[in-house]
């Protein structure tokens, strides 16, 4: 039996017999209702903040005051919102009626 937990999978070259293996054992876990891992996603705050508003991303970004680009690149983590933009995005999570107000 492959003990998954200690192999370097990124440099571990599987053969065929062990990803037989490896499958077969996900398929008794999942048939015994056992969990083998869980995996917490975290939710970017811009993601979060237009999803409660319902927005799209250009409504929102208008809104926001910031290009759809800048929004974009919050939402993909590519840039950090200011302070004020952080505050707006806490606003929208919050209370996304007072957002919609200034629509």
Same mark, same amino acid.
């Not at 398929?27 to 975290?42: C, D, L, S, T």
């Given at each position: /039996?492959?003990? &998954?937990?200690? &192999?370097?999978? =990124?440099?571990?070259?599987?053969? $065929?017999?062990?990803?037989?293996?490896? %499958?077969?054992?996900?398929?008794?876990? /999942?048939?015994?209702?056992?969990?083998?891992?869980?995996? !917490? &996603? =975290?939710?970017?705050?811009? &993601?979060? =903040?237009?999803? +409660?508003?319902? %927005?799209? !991303?250009?409504?929102?970004? *208008?809104? /926001? $005051?910031?290009?759809?680009?800048?929004?974009?690149?919050?939402?993909?983590? +590519?840039?950090?919102?200011?302070?004020?933009?952080?505050?707006? %995005? *806490?606003?929208?999570?919050? !209370?996304?009626?007072? %957002?919609? =107000?200034?629509?």
């Amino acid at each position: /039996m492959i003990d &998954i937990d200690n &192999i370097d999978i =990124a440099n571990h070259e599987f053969t $065929g017999e062990e990803i037989g293996e490896l %499958l077969l054992q996900s398929v008794k876990q /999942m048939k015994n209702n056992e969990v083998a891992r869980e995996h !917490q &996603i =975290a939710v970017n705050n811009a &993601i979060e =903040a237009r999803q +409660k508003v319902g %927005l799209s !991303q250009r409504e929102f970004a *208008k809104i /926001m $005051g910031v290009s759809v680009r800048t929004l974009q690149a919050w939402e993909q983590g +590519k840039r950090q919102p200011s302070g004020s933009a952080i505050t707006l %995005l *806490k606003i929208a999570t919050q !209370q996304p009626h007072a %957002l919609l =107000a200034i629509k």
